[in-house]
């Protein structure tokens, strides 16, 4: 079954483009798409939380201005501060496991060399001990001397 789907393009009220799209004999839906108003298409679209907004002259003497840059202000310097904290932490984070590195480094050749010593002592007593025993035949039992005189 293959999709078939028809578009139709109309502006509404506002002077945003709606486009109609009818797939498989469902009706029209209604999509809103940001399309430049301007028949030129030079304009910028301006989405639906914004179309309602006005561009207005902001007074830079009046309080609510000055209001809004000294909170502005206080986020920037508290974003920057946060930020130069995070990467110090993370300085000090990188150099404390550079150290556990070094150290765990240094174990592993300290328990690599101890290894070696032990392999090496275990090789040469199995050697040893292999040289003093003579082979044990089936035929042959030992007797306790504390048993026999009972």
Do not use: C, W
Request: charge should be positive; aromatic fraction near 2%.
């Amino acid at each position: 079954m293959s999709k078939t789907s028809q578009q139709n393009t109309s502006t509404d009220a506002s002077g945003a483009s709606v486009i109609h799209t009818q797939a498989h004999s469902s009706g029209l839906q209604q999509v809103p798409q940001l399309v430049p108003v301007s028949p030129g298409g030079g304009g910028k679209a301006v989405p639906p939380s914004k179309q309602g907004k006005k561009n207005s002259f902001v007074d830079r003497n009046s309080d609510e201005y000055r209001q809004r840059r000294e909170r502005n202000n206080m986020a920037v310097k508290k974003s920057r501060l946060k930020s130069k904290q995070k990467a110090q932490d993370t300085l000090q984070r990188v150099n404390q496991l550079k150290e556990e590195n070094e150290r765990l480094e240094a174990k592993i050749k300290l328990l690599t060399k101890e290894l070696s010593v032990l392999k090496d002592l275990f090789l040469e007593h199995a050697h040893n001990f292999a040289d003093n025993v003579q082979p044990v035949s089936t035929e042959t039992t030992t007797t306790n001397p504390e048993n026999s005189g009972q």
